[in-house]
């Protein structure tokens, strides 16, 4: 049974292309079309949610205070990133931490994320479902080594409730 649902942050619940170059609390974020009402809908199933994130100089407080102004933030049980914990995507122990702060085992959450290389073959490694959000081609989306193929692919955030329930 699911009982967490993890996520990527670029590309998966505000558009990349945004924030490209600039720190996170730079600038203004904008979210994937219905980012929102899927988060809301989840955290209504009883999901418990987790943003794991590769940054470059964003912490924690940083992601908040982004995700905040975006209407984001409080969906959200735990928010790891790279900097904080000194390792990124696709290493396990990122998504490990993540599970520990939800108190969830691997086998009892999902992956959300854009990116195969990192959070594809993370989520995997982790021991977890995956799922990959495939709206548009900036990232590699094909599976080329073991490891990297995910339990589902959907191309709208709009679809990831019904993933969930057929996990």
């Not at 590699?140 to 329930?165: D, M, V």
């Amino acid at each position: 049974m699911i009982k967490a649902v993890l996520f990527d942050l670029g590309d998966t619940l505000i558009d990349e292309r945004v924030v490209s170059g600039r720190h996170l609390w730079e600038g203004t974020l904008h979210k994937l079309p219905f980012a929102q009402e899927v988060l809301s809908e989840l955290k209504m199933r009883g999901y418990k949610l987790g943003l794991v994130t590769n940054t470059v100089t964003s912490r924690e407080a940083h992601v908040r205070t982004a995700i905040r102004r975006i209407g984001l933030e409080q969906f959200f049980d735990a928010i790891i990133t790279s900097v904080d914990l000194g390792f990124p995507k696709p290493d396990p122990r990122i998504f490990l931490t993540a599970l520990r702060e939800l108190e969830v085992k691997p086998e009892e959450a999902v992956m959300v994320g854009n990116r195969i290389d990192t959070d594809i073959l993370g989520g995997n490694q982790a021991g977890m479902k995956t799922i990959l959000l495939k709206w548009n081609e900036r990232h590699q989306q094909e599976a080329s080594r073991p490891g990297e193929a995910p339990t589902r692919t959907i191309s709208s955030l709009t679809e990831l409730p019904k993933a969930l329930s057929e996990l």
